[in-house]
Structures are given as C-alpha cells and as structure tokens.
C-alpha cells in the first residue's frame, strides 16, 4: 500500500493528454489529478470568442483554420485530424456555438465531444 492518490489509469492518462492539447496557457501541467478551479459567477461574461479562437491557434501550430464556404463557422483542426473544434459565429443565447471532439481516427466515429453556448445564463434582475 503506498499514500496518497492511486495512479493515473492507461485512461485517465490518455484523456489528460488529449485535454492538454486544448490548454491556451504556455506552461503544460503535470499529469497529475488536477483541481477544477472555482470561478465567481459575477467573472463570467461572454467574452470575444474569436479572438479566444485566434489566441489558441496562435499558440498550438498543430491546428489548421478552416471556413466555411459560407463564413458562418470556422473549424480548427489538429494536423492528426483527431481533434477537431468548430465554432458557429453567430448563434442565439442558449444554441451551441462551441463544438470541441475527438476522433479515434480521422474517419472514425466520435470518441466524445463537448459541447457550449455563446453567452452566459442572464441573471435575475
């Protein structure tokens, strides 16, 4: 018996590997259980989602851009064609706007994929 957390599974390793790629930060985290970081509800605001989008390809030059011929969504692709990340410009407040999944092959079906909105949830006033 040793102390502390159990080992990271073959799994749980993969996963963390696979999250990394989409980290915006220069500085890649160990792979260790890492903690969720809380965030007051009041911080949170819709933000300027393309320039988030621009930030990250900047930052990882394994993912290509792409538009659509209608200029409607733009897909970010990683040169794997594995991970794959799609963003829909102009959406109503609770649609997706952010698709973000991953492939066990390039013409596989999806392993997972996380999905999210455009805009926060309007508070009470």
Same mark, same amino acid.
């Given at each position: ?21 989409? =980290?915006? $930060?220069? @500085?890649?985290? +160990?792979?260790?259980? /890492?903690?969720? *970081? ?5 911080? &949170? ?26 200029? =409607?969504? $733009?897909? @970010?692709?990683? +040169?794997?064609?594995? /991970?794959?990340? *799609? ?5 109503? &407040? ?30 009470? @006033?």
């Amino acid at each position: 018996m040793r102390p502390g957390p159990a080992p990271l599974t073959d799994t749980e390793r993969v996963a963390i590997e696979a999250r990394l790629v989409f =980290d915006v $930060t220069a @500085a890649k985290p +160990e792979l260790s259980r /890492l903690e969720p *970081e809380i965030v007051p509800v009041y911080l &949170a605001d819709a933000g300027d989602h393309d320039a988030l989008l621009n930030s990250f390809l900047d930052t990882h030059g394994e993912f290509e851009k792409w538009r659509t011929w209608s200029d =409607d969504t $733009t897909h @970010a692709i990683h +040169e794997s064609q594995t /991970l794959r990340i *799609e963003r829909i410009h102009e959406t109503r &407040a609770h649609e997706t706007a952010w698709t973000i999944a991953a492939y066990e092959i390039a013409v596989s079906d999806r392993m997972w994929h996380l999905t999210a909105t455009g805009h926060p949830r309007p508070s009470a @006033a």
